[in-house]
């Protein structure tokens, strides 16, 4: 009994992410250029003063920006239909505390 309750969470878990699977693609890439393809594309430019606002671009951003990942990953585990406004609107409201949590 126990087993056939265990397959119908996997079941279920594998069916909402495939459900959402390309808009949980879409936020994951949003999030990686934020995070990495910004700072990376700021380095290559070979400037001091630019490598120096990359690195800090990257340390402000990483942890600003995983609340919005991990409001996503909320949204779908629930069971429910996410939009990218959601991703944006779990920077907006949990951003500081992505930083406290960096600190």
Same mark, same amino acid.
């Given at each position: 009994?126990?087993?056939?309750? @265990?397959? @119908? ?11 959402? /699977?390309? @808009? ?13 393809? /910004?700072?990376?594309?700021?380095? @290559? /430019? ?14 402000? /951003? ?42």
């Amino acid at each position: 009994m126990m087993i056939k309750d @265990s397959f @119908s969470v996997l079941w279920l878990t594998l069916n909402d992410t495939w459900e959402e /699977l390309y @808009s949980l693609i879409i936020v994951n890439m949003a999030w990686f250029f934020v995070v990495v393809g /910004l700072p990376v594309l700021l380095l @290559s /430019l070979n400037n001091i003063v630019v490598s120096t606002a990359a690195l800090a671009l990257f340390v402000l /951003l990483f942890p600003a920006t995983i609340p919005g990942i991990y409001t996503v990953g909320n949204i779908v585990a629930h069971g429910k239909t996410f939009h990218f406004s959601d991703f944006l609107e779990g920077i907006k409201k949990y951003w500081w505390r992505g930083l406290l949590w960096f600190l």
